[in-house]
């Protein structure tokens, strides 16, 4: 699917409000990262606001996932669950948070099932078993963020995109870089040619993950592709 569909994510609330105006302009969906924004009411506040203008993911990653520890995850992806589109849970974490997804799923709502690399470790066979693991559990987007220090690596992970993205499939595929900022920006372009049907960039003065590009500037050069 091209173009890609563009993804803000929301590190912090509340969100000036230069940021509002382009996100209804450039953005197809809205990602609240529970975990960053911390706390619960703002949390709620941010899912209440931003669903009257966009979709909505809510993530609530762990540390080892990314993300900041804060207590019972759980409970609020629960507590939220009626109000958003999409949750987000980390593939390694899906036995322990089996009764949120089919929550989520019994409520109708997407289940995007991801896979970071914060380590630069995962390879084109690590990457197979992460999808063929998504394969199996049955999630409606695939996305996996790679930390990579080189092009060549952007380039495996350009066929890797296209092997899994031209598949017949009811599944959208989601695959980025991230850490280095002129690798992570460029996949974020290259990557939705072989078939990545998601792009993540920021919304606002805070990024989510290592070297994550502004969401509105992608959107303005992904149009223009």
Not at 41 to 56: N, T
Request: charged fraction near 30%; proline fraction near 4%.
């Amino acid at each position: 699917m091209f173009p890609p569909k563009i993804i803000g994510v929301l590190t912090y609330f509340p969100l000036e409000s230069a940021f509002i105006r382009g996100a209804k302009k450039y953005l197809d969906i809205i990602e609240v990262r529970g975990d960053l924004i911390g706390d619960e009411v703002l949390v709620g506040k941010a899912v209440e606001k931003f669903s009257r203008l966009k979709p909505i993911i809510l993530t609530v990653r762990s540390e080892k996932e990314g993300g900041v520890a804060i207590q019972n995850r759980k409970a609020l992806y629960l507590k939220f669950l009626d109000s958003v589109d999409y949750i987000d849970v980390e593939l390694s974490s899906l036995p322990d948070f089996r009764d949120v997804v089919s929550s989520a799923e019994s409520k109708k709502k997407k289940v995007i099932l991801s896979f970071h690399d914060f380590e630069g470790s995962a390879n084109a066979k690590v990457l197979e078993r992460k999808f063929s693991e998504f394969q199996v559990q049955g999630g409606d987007v695939f996305k996996s963020a790679v930390f990579a220090r080189s092009k060549d690596e952007l380039v495996e992970l350009a066929l890797f995109t296209r092997k899994i993205s031209f598949k017949k499939r009811d599944f959208s595929v989601c695959v980025m870089c991230i850490g280095d900022p002129k690798i992570s920006f460029l996949s974020r372009i290259v990557l939705p040619i072989f078939g990545s049907d998601w792009v993540y960039g920021r919304l606002g003065r805070i990024e989510g993950a290592p070297g994550q590009p502004d969401s509105f500037q992608l959107s303005k050069i992904l149009k223009m592709v």
